[in-house]
C-alpha cells in the first residue's frame, strides 16, 4: 500500500503521537546523565531528583522569608494579569469588531486606525507603557491589551463583515432595528469566532505577559524564571516552563470546551 | 392593498446596463413571475424592490410613494439559501421576527405573549411539515431538520401570510422570492418569484395561469428581463 495511504489505527495514533515526547525526554535524560557525570555540579541539565526538590520547594514548601508557596503565589498573579488583559480584549474586541463589522460609519472611522495600531510592535511600546502608566499591574495588563486586542478587533469586524447581507435583509423585513440585529443576528455569530481568536491570542498573551514581568514585577511566572536566571537555576526554570505551558493547553481545551458547550450549532456550520 | 409602479428603472454598474427602462404597472395581489437565465437582472430587480439597492435612473413607488431606501416590514423575502439563522433552533428562527416586534430593547417576549408566538410558530411548521424541527433544540444547518428554505418560508409567514396556492408548492422548492405585504397583515399582497424554470409542475405559461400565477415576460433577453 502507498504511504499516503497508510492510516494509523487508534493505538497506532496514540503511540506515534507519544513517541516524539518520549524521544526528547530520552534525549534529556540521556543528556543530563553525560553532563552529570562528567560535572556532578553541572546546572544546565538538572537531573530528575533535582527538578523534583526543585518543585518541591517552589510549590510545596512556604518560602523561608515571607511564608508564601511562590508557584502558587505566582501563578496567581500571572493568571490575573493575564485574565485581565484577555477579558478587556475580549469586550474590546466585542464592541469595537461589531461596530466597525455592521456600522459603515463606524467602520470607517475605526478600521484605519485599529489596523495602524495593529502594526505597532506591542513590545516597543512597553517603555511608554511603565512610563505613563507606573511599574504596576496597570502596564502590564495594558500591554496584552495592545497587543491581544486590535487583532481580535479586525478578527470580528471581518467575522460580522463575512455573515451573509441575506440574513442582514432578512432581520430587516422581520422589522429588526440595527441593535436588534446586533443583538440578535451578529452577536452569536461572532461570539464562537471570539473564543477561536482568544484561544489563538494565548501564545502571543503569554509572551507579553512575561516580557512586562521579567522586566518590572514582585511575582508573576515570568518574574521567578527570569529572576533565579541569576543563579543558573535551571532546575526552576524548566518545571515553571513546563507549568506555563500546561497552563495555555488548560486554557486551550477549556475554551474549546466552552465553544462547544454554548455554540453547538457552530460545530454543524464548521461540519458543512 | 398595495399597487407597485415601477417607472423607467434603469440599473446599470459602471458600463454595464443591467436593466434597461422597464415600466411596469402591478396591480394589488398580484403573483408576479420572472423567468430566465443567470444574470440576467432577476435579482438585481428584488435587490431594488427590497430597497437594498436604488435605480440608476427612474422609480419604484409603492402605492404612489416612492419606495424607502432600505429594507423594512413592509417587503418581506424568502431567499434561495443562507437567510436562516444558524445560531437559532428551526423554531427560534420562525419566532425570531414576532418576539422583536415584540420588544424592541432585547427582541425577546415574555410569559404569554411569548408562549402564544412559540404556539404559532409550532403550528406553522407543523403544517409546513416540519414536525422534525418540533424538537425546539435542532438547528437549520442540522441534516435531520430537512429542507433550510421551509423554515425560512415559515418566518414570513408567521406575519399572518395565510398559505395559499399556488406559492405555498414553491417556496418549499428553495427558490428566491419577494413578497409584497404589509407587516402583520391579514391578507398577502403582491409576490415576485425568481426562478430559472419553473420545473415540471409549472412547465408553461398555461399551467401557470390556471394556478393563478401572472406571468409577465416568456423568457428575457440580457438586459431586459421583463415589460419594456
Not at chain 1, 496514540?14 to 560535572?39: H, I, K, M, N, Q
Not at chain 2, 418576539?99 to 424592541?104: P, W
Not at chain 2, 427582541?107 to 402564544?116: E, S, V
Request: glycine share 8%; proline share 7%.
Amino acid at each position: 500500500m502507498r504511504w499516503i495511504n497508510r492510516q494509523p489505527g487508534p493505538g497506532g495514533r496514540l503511540a506515534l503521537g507519544a513517541l516524539p515526547f518520549v524521544l526528547l525526554g530520552l534525549a534529556y535524560l540521556a543528556g543530563s546523565a553525560l553532563r552529570l557525570a562528567e560535572d556532578p555540579n553541572d546546572k544546565l541539565l538538572p537531573a530528575l531528583t533535582s527538578l523534583a526538590a526543585a518543585v518541591d520547594l517552589m510549590a510545596f514548601t512556604p518560602d523561608r522569608r515571607t511564608g508564601e508557596y511562590l508557584l502558587w503565589t505566582d501563578t496567581a498573579a500571572s493568571l490575573l494579569r493575564l485574565g485581565a488583559g484577555l477579558g478587556l480584549s475580549a469586550v474590546l474586541a466585542l464592541a469595537v469588531g461589531m461596530a466597525a463589522g455592521l456600522l459603515p460609519l463606524a467602520r470607517a472611522a475605526l478600521a484605519p486606525l485599529v489596523a495602524f495600531v495593529s502594526m505597532v510592535p506591542p513590545l516597543a511600546l512597553l517603555p511608554v507603557l511603565f512610563i505613563l502608566l507606573g511599574l504596576g499591574e496597570t502596564s502590564k495588563i495594558a500591554l496584552i491589551v495592545i497587543g491581544v486586542a486590535p487583532i481580535l478587533i479586525r478578527d470580528l469586524a471581518m467575522t460580522a463583515q463575512a455573515i451573509p447581507r441575506e440574513q442582514i435583509v432578512k432581520a430587516e423585513t422581520l422589522s429588526a432595528s440595527t441593535w436588534l440585529i446586533g443583538l440578535h443576528v451578529v452577536l452569536p455569530q461572532v461570539a464562537p469566532r471570539l473564543i477561536d481568536g482568544l484561544r489563538l491570542q494565548l501564545g502571543p498573551a503569554f509572551l507579553f505577559l512575561i516580557a512586562a514581568e521579567a522586566i518590572s514585577a514582585d511575582s508573576g511566572l515570568g518574574y521567578r524564571s527570569f529572576l533565579v536566571r541569576r543563579y543558573l537555576s535551571m532546575d526552576i526554570i524548566f518545571p515553571y516552563v513546563a507549568w506555563i505551558t500546561l497552563l495555555a493547553v488548560l486554557m486551550d481545551l477549556g475554551l474549546a470546551l466552552i465553544r462547544r458547550r454554548l455554540f453547538p450549532w457552530a460545530e454543524l456550520e464548521r461540519a458543512r | 392593498m398595495t399597487a407597485l409602479t415601477i417607472d423607467r428603472v434603469w440599473k446599470e454598474y459602471g458600463d454595464q446596463i443591467v436593466l434597461e427602462d422597464i415600466r411596469l404597472d402591478i396591480a394589488p395581489r398580484s403573483f408576479v413571475a420572472r423567468v430566465g437565465p443567470s444574470g440576467c437582472g432577476k435579482s438585481t430587480c428584488l435587490r431594488m424592490l427590497l430597497g437594498q439597492e436604488t435605480p440608476t435612473r427612474g422609480r419604484i413607488l409603492l402605492d404612489g410613494a416612492p419606495l424607502p431606501a432600505e429594507p423594512g416590514p413592509d417587503r418581506g423575502v424568502v431567499y434561495q439559501r443562507y437567510s436562516v439563522f444558524p445560531h437559532l433552533t428551526v423554531l427560534g428562527n420562525v419566532m425570531l421576527g414576532p418576539e422583536m416586534a415584540a420588544n424592541r430593547l432585547t427582541g425577546r417576549a415574555r410569559g404569554p405573549a411569548r408562549r402564544a408566538i412559540a404556539d404559532r410558530a409550532r403550528a406553522l411548521l407543523a403544517e409546513m411539515d416540519l414536525r422534525l424541527a418540533l424538537s425546539n433544540t435542532r438547528h437549520p444547518l442540522d441534516p435531520a431538520t430537512g429542507p433550510v428554505p421551509a423554515p425560512e418560508a415559515a418566518m414570513d409567514r408567521i406575519h399572518d401570510i395565510p398559505a395559499e396556492k399556488p406559492w405555498s408548492g414553491i417556496v418549499r422548492k428553495g427558490q428566491t422570492l419577494i413578497i409584497i405585504d404589509s407587516y402583520g397583515r391579514q391578507a398577502i399582497d403582491t409576490i415576485f418569484y425568481n426562478a430559472r424554470d419553473f420545473g415540471e409542475r409549472y412547465s408553461n405559461q398555461d399551467t401557470m395561469r390556471e394556478n393563478g400565477v401572472a406571468c409577465i415576460g416568456g423568457g428575457c433577453a440580457s438586459s431586459r428581463p421583463w415589460g419594456g
